[in-house]
């Protein structure tokens, strides 16, 4: 199918404001440099030929790279994940609807890392100081688990049907969700199961690169985006129905066959494709039997303190989607907040000072709706239109600047970093 084109001035207005990111964080760029610098040498001194407690971060999301990048010099950093890259989730939707996108905001672990050691496997057990994977067994001093959360996979989806003649499915957060954009393209039909920030921005994004498209999206609350106020969730809908979505709301998929989705309340939805972007699934399997088994609540994630330290544990810390933290959004810039808790805190060990408690943050939310439009909330105070679009880029660059380089900044490919581990079983 056609993409669609925005009018001309519309690409040339981003284009000078993506020259004007560029000569903005180009130079705090070399900011960054000096602090970088200013570790090296506080690390230097306070360690000198000794070597460095170990800490194993499980998980590369945005909690556990950005632990990596601030704590590298501070400790021996061993860092597991089941990836080879970083990705940054607020922006990944995109990569769907425009797979160029997944270069700007997947980057190769090898790349970030001056002295982490990143292992590629399976974590299957944690005891009290070592982490087992399908290949070795990893010692540590401290440990931090950020494994982030995954979408719960759909019960009315039969284990077997004929490729001939199914619909196609995949989940929003599916690894390397560029690779899905043909799918996208050859679609008539397609469902989005889920009307949260997820679904509707997937819903905003092929709306924004695709013309021809049915698209239907299924939401089992009463409005889309149900935990923002109302007058974000209308303006959601006024936009999805302006561009020919059809949207039902307090119904839910429970029956599929032979390409139709049948909800609750009879509504039949046929689909070439269909993408889950509801639920919400901790992924700390590998905690669910053994010593640390009560350390989960009833819907599994990781119990914590205030300190973000798993309960009864005082070298081992907690953060992102899979930590239990009360009363807060499970959203990237919580995860941010958190994981500078984690570091400071780790720091505060390693000296012998007083632990800093964390607080849950109420954050302001952007919600894209395609590349041109987007809408802001925070504390009730809500509006739309290209401005929440023109935030939301300036926060991708505010966030991604701290892990590209020049290459990246001007569209160029990485370099390899021999301390990338690429094989199980490597050292």
């Known amino acids: 199918m056609a993409q669609k084109r925005k009018p001309i001035l519309f690409r040339l207005f981003f284009a000078i404001y993506w020259i004007g990111l560029v000569v903005l964080f180009g130079s705090f760029k070399w900011l960054l440099y000096l602090v970088e610098i200013k570790r090296k040498i506080r690390a230097k001194l306070s360690f000198g030929d000794h070597p ?63 002295s982490v050691k990143v292992i590629i496997d399976n974590v299957q057990e944690i005891t009290q100081d070592s982490v087992i994977t399908a290949t070795r067994s990893i010692p540590f001093d401290y440990l931090v688990i950020c494994t982030g959360s995954r979408v719960s996979d759909p019960a009315f989806v039969p284990k077997s049907v004929p490729s001939h003649t199914s619909t196609k499915m995949i989940s929003a957060k599916n690894v390397n969700l560029q690779e ?41 609350p009463a409005h889309l985006l149900q935990r923002s106020p109302d007058r974000v969730s209308q303006y959601a ?45 901790p992924n700390s399997e590998f905690l669910r039997e053994g010593q640390f088994a009560d350390k989960l609540d009833e819907r599994g ?62 954050c302001p939310i952007l919600i894209s709706l395609g590349k041109y439009e987007a809408v802001f909330t925070f504390f009730g105070w809500s509006f739309g239109g290209i401005l929440p679009a023109m935030m939301k880029e300036f926060v991708e660059w505010k966030e991604l600047i701290f892990y590209w380089d020049w290459n990246t900044i001007l569209r160029y490919r990485p370099k390899p970093n021999p301390l990338m581990e690429k094989e199980f079983g490597r050292d």
């Not at 954009?181 to 997937?202: F, P, Q, R, S, Y």
């Not at 999805?240 to 939805?269: M, W």
């Open 237 to 281: 809908q006024r936009f999805l129905e302006a561009h020919n979505a059809k949207v039902f709301l307090g119904e839910k998929v429970v029956r599929y066959e032979d390409r139709t989705f049948t909800t609750d309340k009879g509504s039949k939805i046929d689909a070439d494709l269909a993408i889950f972007c509801s639920g919400n699934v």
């Open 52 to 114: 460095k407690p170990r800490l194993v971060i499980v998980g590369g999301g945005y909690a556990g790279t950005f632990i990596a990048t601030q704590l590298e010099h501070d400790f021996e950093v061993t860092l597991l994940d089941m990836k080879e890259f970083f990705e940054f989730t607020p922006s990944r939707l995109r990569t769907i609807s425009e797979p160029d996108h997944a270069h700007k905001v997947h980057l190769a672990f090898s790349r970030l890392f001056k």
């Open 301 to 362: 994630f990781i119990k914590v303190n205030n300190h973000l330290q798993m309960q009864g544990f005082k070298n081992i810390f907690v953060a992102g989607d899979v930590s239990n933290f009360p009363e807060e959004e499970k959203l990237c810039q919580t995860a941010g907040f958190q994981s500078n808790v984690v570091v400071q805190n780790l720091r505060n060990l390693l000296h012998h000072r007083p632990l800093k408690a964390y607080h849950a943050s109420h």
């Open 180 to 220: 899905h954009h043909a799918l996208v393209d050859m679609a008539t039909k397609i469902l989005i199961i889920g009307g949260g920030i997820v679904g509707v921005e997937m819903a905003g994004e092929i709306i924004d690169a695709f013309t021809k498209k049915e698209i239907t999206i299924v939401h089992a």
